[in-house]
């Protein structure tokens, strides 16, 4: 990559968009979030898969603290602390909620503020350790629900959907992470240059 400026140094390597966003080798190796069998069963597969989304997520908000309130473009609020806050709405939502039956009220957004997890996700240290806590919370619970779920029919009632099964869920919330995750490999980049899968 050629820099901008005329007498400074090339970067010697190339940025590669391919790349693990681990940077170093013996940390690229431990990482296992695409280890998953192509031919394991459906539900090894689904929870397998959802659990590397999560992970990308947590790797690409690592080693950050006020910056993970920045936004990224005006006049979107879009951040990674209110990524980490709108995941733990939706695996609240969805497994707790829905398909556990539990009052369970999203932690950062309602009906009177339905943008609060992005709106709300400002530098401050308190509001970045209960997004943290609140995330892995409600990714605990969710991991624990699938585990002792006879199986994957196993349905919940959706305001929305309607009656959804846990088979459902899994995909959304595979989708939801790696939509949610794309927008993650933007919001890195802009804060520290950081590329990578």
């Known amino acids: 990559m050629t820099s901008p400026h005329p007498h400074s140094h090339p970067d010697p390597r190339p940025r590669r968009r391919a790349e693990l966003f681990v940077a170093q080798e013996a940390a690229a190796e431990e990482d296992r979030r695409f ?15 959802l659990g590397a989304q999560r992970a990308t997520l947590e790797m690409k908000c ?11 473009v005006e006049p979107s609020t879009l951040s ?5 806050r709108h995941l733990a709405d939706m695996e609240r939502r969805w497994f707790r909620r829905v398909l556990a039956r539990q ?15 992005f709106d709300g996700a400002v530098a401050d240290p ?15 619970f969710s991991e624990g629900f699938v585990a002792e779920a006879p199986g994957l029919d196993v ?16 995909i959304h919330m595979i989708e939801e992470y790696a939509r949610h995750n794309g927008h993650a490999d933007l919001l890195r980049e802009r804060i520290d240059g950081a590329i990578g899968v």
């Open 35 to 49: 280890t998953t069998s192509a031919t394991a069963d459906e539900r090894s597969m689904l929870v397998d898969i």
């Open 62 to 72: 690592a080693g950050l603290d006020a910056e993970l309130a920045r936004r990224s």
């Open 80 to 84: 990674l602390l209110g990524l980490l």
């Open 103 to 117: 009052d369970a009220p999203a932690l950062f957004s309602s009906e009177a503020n339905p943008d609060g997890d």
């Open 126 to 140: 308190a509001v970045i350790a209960e997004a943290w806590d609140a995330w892995r919370g409600e990714v605990a």
């Open 155 to 170: 349905t919940g009632e959706d305001s929305w959907r309607g009656p959804v099964s846990l088979r459902w869920v899994l």
